[in-house]
């Protein structure tokens, strides 16, 4: 991706930062649930990766909606 910065809170994604020896990005070993990509701005839609941190606390609200 061209673009360094999470698109929800603007931080660094860290896309391909610490790469594994086969080139893959921590994002693809990750299940990102579809509704995360509804906060993602238009604009920036398959153009900037979802960082980590948002990854874990989107799904962690999701547990806690569940419950």
């Known amino acids: ?4 910065f999470c698109p ?3 931080e660094e994604n860290g896309c391909m930062v610490g790469a594994r020896e ?3 990005c921590w994002c ?6 579809n509704e ?4 993602v701005p238009m ?3 398959r153009k ?3 960082c980590k941190k948002c990854l874990n606390k989107f799904k962690e609200e999701q547990k806690m909606n569940k419950n």
């Not at 995360?36 to 906060?39: D, R, V």
């Open 28 to 33: 693809n070993l990750e299940k990102f649930p």
């Open 1 to 4: 991706m061209a673009n360094k």
């Open 48 to 50: 900037h990766c979802i």
């Open 36 to 39: 995360i990509f509804e906060l």
């Open 22 to 24: 086969d080139g893959n």
């Open 43 to 45: 604009e920036s839609k």
């Open 8 to 10: 929800i809170c603007d």
